[in-house]
């Protein structure tokens, strides 16, 4: 049975659109992105600021507030025997609520600002441990301590009671870790995990995470805009660009061969160790449009070397250009190039 | 708590002496002759120069004597310590009155923030600050008491006395601090940790309620001492509105017929409780942001 399982995608996101409505107009934050992702796998997601990555995240959790509102696409989730439409819940409903913190948990970006300044990190640790695992108080606070212990924070007997301003940041994003993976949930999303912390602390928590992975058995979707951080965690890695896939591919593969004028783009603006010294890093020429105001045919086609009258008319499609190799360029498509 | 203490009685000692007139001769009244003033000056240190007066002034205050009534002759604690009661009492309903229906409100408010619902109980705060404790007092009077003559116009009998005066000072409040309410919810709402919350499942009840209350409660807090503050400096007009038997009426009352030891009593019993107040608020700070209780020297 388990065999047969782990096959089958843990989550299944299909044409998924969360646009935010306002004064100033649409903003089309997500606009037809299809994904899945299976069991003990890690999904990383790349892309700059706005490019539709968190919202993407929150969407699965159906934390998008108002004025944002998922427009249509399903995001189907295998919970056991059955699949869930998640897109169809209620988000404040009570099947979702047991879903969220208890099957799919979040990390957040933030460690100084997600957790609550008021409580003490075991507060708000066996809090999820006793709304969704029915624990008492002391089994939960037993529990809370091994996940601190799991993610490596000494002696936990005594930070269980600390609040968080009086843990650094790289503590308090493993309390965020541990909270997160407190009820051992099958699919963790985790939102810049790593962004806020200097380099030493994050290799410790990509570590970690993906120790922590191996043993709860647990799916990642991985947000980040650090091409070296996806390198080091995920299995696949697709990479957004104004709320579109442009590029999916196994992690080898789009670091062996990114196909996307955009994944090229970013692989070459990471500094070398071996580069020329004095040489400038290339850079992506101009800025990322508004989201009110999308281009025309590609998206891309304003900041890309390689535009052609084509990719200004029309939009490519996300095609297989290699085996597992997505990417959505007109330059890969073989019948128009 | 106790510099300030000091310093209150000081510049009460000293506002008392520049204010012009002669105590003695207050005392003795207009007819009477230079001897019997003189005596009076005498029997009551004023002849006295001003640091050894001072010095009397603080010992007997520190033990708790605060003078003679000039006209009653009864000390001056007997005769507000009661007093001090009815107004506490009063301040201590209406704001609590005000503390329930502006948490009730405010929280509403930010919940359904930005439809008819924030944009309906935003409107009644904004009437009921604009609207003076004087005005909505006489006008509950004037509907209540005179019209429908369910409640009495003022005194202190039974439990129905209470209900107009704390209701019109707690709505007051109410108005102010439901705004507070509302800005500081907003606000807390709007924290990542909120998004946490959510994130780990719990009902938005259990969001608002603990995590994003107990944020939003430091300048609750803050602006509902200074609203107790308020309502007892307030006490001035409202008891005399009420004929609430209170230390506000017995110090306008005092003030009046300049009797001066019974209106330093009662100013300085105001300062007081404006002091314990203020250190109640700094205490409530500590016990609900751990952040200034670890930051304390």
Redesign the interface.
Known sequence: MSVAHSDEPLIEVEDLRTYFHSEAGIAKAVDGISFAVRRKKTLGVVGESGCGKSVTARSIMRLIRPPGKIESGSIRYRRGEETLELAGLDPKGRTLREIRGAEIAMIFQEPMTSLNPVFTIGEQITEVIRLHLGAGRGEARRRAIDMLNAVAIPSPHQRIDDYPHQLSGGMRQRAMIAMALSCHPSLLIADEPTTALDVTIQAQVIRLMRDLQREFEAAIIFITHDLGVVAGIADEVMVMYLGEIVERAPVRDLFRDPKHPYTQGLMTSIPSLNGARKQRLPVIEGNVPSPFDLPRGCRFHPRCAHASELCRERAPLLLEAAPEHHVACHLQDPELA | MVPAGLLLVTFLFGLFHFIPGDPALLLAGDNASAEVVEGIRRAYGFDQPLPVQYWTYMKKVLQGDLGVSNFSREPVTALILPRIFNTAQLAFWSMGFAMVVSLILGCCSAMFWNTWIDKLITGIALLGICTPVFVSGLFGIFLFSVKLGLLPTGGLDSWRSFVLPVVTLGAFQAAVLTRMVRASMVEALG???I??????????TAVVFK?AL??AMLPIVTLFGLGFGATLGGSVVTETIFTWPGLGRTMVESILSRDLPVTQGALLLFAFMFIGINLVVDLLYAA????IR?DAP
């Open positions: 924290q990542d940790y998004e946490t919350a959510r994130a780990k499942g719990l009902a938005e995590h107990r944020n609900i942001d751990p952040r670890f």
